[in-house]
């Protein structure tokens, strides 16, 4: 049996406890880095730049709003807003990183949702010019909330 003995000093020892978290953050920052949003960097100024930011996604919608509104984002993220945050992680939105700021919303009529002509609206959320969230909603009996951001197949 071999036995090792080592003389640690407490300097070093917090060295390396401080360099293994700065590792643990950085795969974290890269982790995060690797969701894209289509058109994340699309500035929305205007109600042309929004409904011409949902066309990219594949949603025709009718041009004007039937509803816009804006509110306060809490400090902390608590019900509602966690589980509709959990609909916007996989799309790559994170309104965690807009708590305590000023969201607007728009709503729109969308035209070509698949065999659904009528009742599916679509739910832009902007923070400043940048969209931070959004999704397809069907309100009502047989409704349903889906990604706004969605793998239909099209080319």
């Not at 599916?120 to 349903?144: S, T």
């Given at each position: ?11 070093r020892v917090l060295l390396g406890v401080v ?13 995060r880095g690797d969701r894209t949003v289509p ?103 047989n409704g349903f909330q889906e990604p706004l ?7």
């Amino acid at each position: 049996m071999v036995i090792c003995a080592a003389k640690v000093s407490k300097k070093r020892v917090l060295l390396g406890v401080v360099l293994a978290a700065a590792a643990i953050c950085a795969v974290l920052v890269l982790l995060r880095g690797d969701r894209t949003v289509p058109g994340a960097s699309a500035v929305l100024e205007t109600n042309e730049d929004r409904v011409a930011y949902l066309g990219e996604l594949g949603w025709e919608v009718e041009p004007e709003p039937v509803e816009s509104l804006q509110f306060l984002l809490p400090e902390t993220l608590e019900e509602p807003y966690l589980s509709y945050n959990a609909l916007q992680l996989p799309q790559g939105f994170d309104l965690g990183d807009y708590c305590g700021q000023q969201i607007a919303r728009y709503t729109y009529k969308v035209l070509n949702y698949p065999d659904r002509p009528q009742g599916v609206q679509a739910n832009l959320y902007v923070c400043g010019d940048r969209p931070v969230a959004g999704d397809i909603l069907c309100p009502g009996a047989n409704g349903f909330q889906e990604p706004l951001i969605q793998d239909r197949g099209e080319t």
